[in-house]
Each structure stands twice: as C-alpha cells, then as structure tokens.
C-alpha cells in the first residue's frame, strides 16, 4: 500500500489524537502526521507546510467539528481563501461525534470531501483512502 505524503489531524481532544496517531501509524498511512488542537492551529499549519504547495503539504485532513478558538465550520470557511491550488491538493473530511443536522448541512456546503463518525477505525481509513486515494491514481 502506498503512503500518503501528510496527513493533518485537527482535534482538541489530545487523547483523541493520540488514539488516531498511533492508528495511522501502525497502518503506515502517511509518511508525516501533523496535528492542531483547533481551527486556527490547522490554517497556521497549512500556511507553514503548504506555501508553496509541496510534498509535505497534506494530502488528508480529519477534522473535528466541535473545538474551542476556531471551530471546523469555521476552518472550513477560512480555508476556502487559500490559494486555489493548495485546496484542490487536499481531501478534506469531517470525524466528528456530531449529529446536529445544522452542522451536518453546513458543512456540507462547505469542501468537505465526506464525514465520519469518531472513532476512526481500520475499517474506516481503508474505506476513506480506496475512496480518495485509489492505488491506480497517481498522487494528488
């Protein structure tokens, strides 16, 4: 299986990313896992790591939707003015325990390329990376 070149989880829950690093890690996912506990945190990442876009700008982002100084509503909205070629470069999806259907469609219109529903599993990476990543697709 080939290794994405950066994966960027955005959770204020620490053992939450601890659980989806180790995870990641163990399926051999992504060469590089990056972290931020909050909305802004993701957008300082992406500016640092992605300008100009490179290799170890993240090709996956799971995002939660519930965190405090920036949410992933209002990530996703930020986001949306970078440059255009580091969002076509990024899959971005939801991993969050919220069922408030005003979130759900708000984040709909928002480029999320899907949602999951914490916690992420084996089952749910392999599905997520067969439907964006397919190993006949050369790297994004």
């Known amino acids: ?78 986001y949306q003015h970078l440059p255009l070629p580091q969002q076509r470069a990024i899959v971005i999806v939801l991993l969050t325990t919220s069922v408030n259907p005003r979130d759900l469609e708000r984040a709909r219109q928002l480029p999320i390329a899907g949602t999951l529903t914490k916690p992420l599993t084996q089952e749910k990476i392999q599905a997520l990376l067969q439907e964006h990543f397919p190993p006949s697709e050369p790297m994004r």
């Open 1 to 78: 299986m080939f290794k994405l070149p950066s994966v960027l989880l955005v959770d204020d829950d620490a053992t939450t990313n601890y659980l989806n690093k180790l995870l990641l890690t163990r399926l051999q996912v992504a060469e590089h896992l990056l972290v931020a506990t909050n909305g802004r945190e993701a957008l300082a990442t992406l500016t640092q790591v992605c300008t100009p876009v490179s290799t170890s700008c993240p090709a996956l982002i799971l995002l939660d939707l519930n965190m405090p100084v920036m949410n992933g509503l209002e990530f996703l909205e930020a």
